[in-house]
């Protein structure tokens, strides 16, 4: 089992340390928080080892858990990648870009496996279709939430977008060519809504709105390709997948068939996949635990981290 440690122990580090304490794949040695106070609350409800530093914890393990605020990633990341701990770290991966390229090339150096912290990839739903999502030409994204004060501190497109913007960049897989966007500051000093027009080098097109002032909670995604439609709903971890085929010569009553100007039949068929119930945050860090025994490229790695926000800051520089 690898080893196991926390920096952060704030509302998601406590998630962490309860599934890193519940996992096969690892054995958690303890955490750290900057806050002696929450050091000492969450040692005594939970019963988690609390280190007095950060590097006495990370001297400790194998692996190291980096849920800090955003603010803080750099300098945590920077220190376990240099003592030579392998890195899982929550999104964004760090405040700037800049930042991310660094711990890049550190990761390289040391000879280090990085994750990002991305959960949405491991989501059920998005699981059950990223196989059948080939070479999409227009997506249409939707992450709506209801206000919530924590995470204010960073513009929705770091906050919230942010998640779709690296599932979709997964699937297109081309260069971004062009960004648009526009942001909507109502609540807080950062845009609190905001869209996003992003062309790719490959033709493909993604719209994507967020907002965290919204009446109702929502989380979808469109992606429409060559005889397919396939629908991601993150939130509900539901799919949809319609699809097109030629028409057989013939079809029965209940057939849905279009036919083109040119005569041309197509049938409408659905093919939605089972979606299995997971723990996404459970499985993302397993996986990161399969990658370091097997020395393989993470699923989330951290140039993939990197890129999604390379396209935030591009989307946020553009309001």
Do not use: W
């Not at 980096?66 to 392998?86: D, L």
């Not at 711990?103 to 994750?115: D, F, I, K, S, T």
């Not at 020395?295 to 989307?315: C, D, F, H, W, Y």
Request: glycine share 4%; aromatic share 8%.
């Amino acid at each position: 089992m690898l080893k196991a440690g926390v920096l952060g122990a704030g509302h998601l580090g406590k998630i962490h340390l309860k599934l890193l304490n519940i996992s096969k794949n690892y054995e958690l040695i303890g955490f750290y928080d900057s806050s002696k106070e929450v050091r000492e609350r969450v040692s005594k409800e939970f019963g988690y080892t609390a280190f007095d530093t950060e590097e006495d914890l990370i001297a400790a393990c194998d692996m190291v858990d980096v849920v800090t605020p955003t603010t803080f990633h750099y300098q945590s990341a920077e220190k376990v990648i240099k003592a030579g701990k392998h890195l899982f770290i929550e999104k964004p991966i760090t405040n700037t870009v800049n930042q991310a390229e660094k711990l890049l090339a550190l990761a390289q150096e040391y000879n280090v496996l990085g994750q990002v912290g991305h959960v949405e990839r491991f989501n059920p739903a998005f699981m059950a279709v990223n196989n059948a999502i080939n070479k999409p030409m227009f997506i249409e994204s939707h992450r709506l939430a209801e206000f919530n004060p924590r995470g204010t501190d960073v513009p929705v497109v770091l906050d919230l977008m942010i998640h779709d913007i690296d599932a979709i960049l997964s699937v297109v897989q081309s260069p971004v060519k062009t960004v648009n966007a526009s942001g909507v500051s109502v609540i807080s000093e950062t845009p609190d809504i905001a869209n996003a027009r992003i062309e790719f080098e490959n033709g493909c097109v993604a719209n994507l709105t967020a907002s965290r002032i919204s009446m109702k909670n929502m989380r979808k995604s469109r992606f429409f390709q060559k005889d397919a439609y396939i629908s991601v709903d993150f939130l509900e971890k539901k799919v949809e997948v319609v699809k097109m085929k030629d028409a057989p010569a013939n079809t029965d009553d209940f057939a849905m068939i279009l036919q083109n100007a040119e005569g041309i039949k197509k049938q409408i068929y659905f093919d939605n996949p089972e979606v299995a119930g997971n723990n996404a945050i459970l499985d993302e860090l397993d996986a990161f635990a399969k990658a370091i025994k097997e020395n393989t490229p993470p699923i989330v790695s951290l140039q993939a981290g990197t890129e999604a926000l390379r396209v935030a800051k591009m989307i946020i520089a553009d309001f």
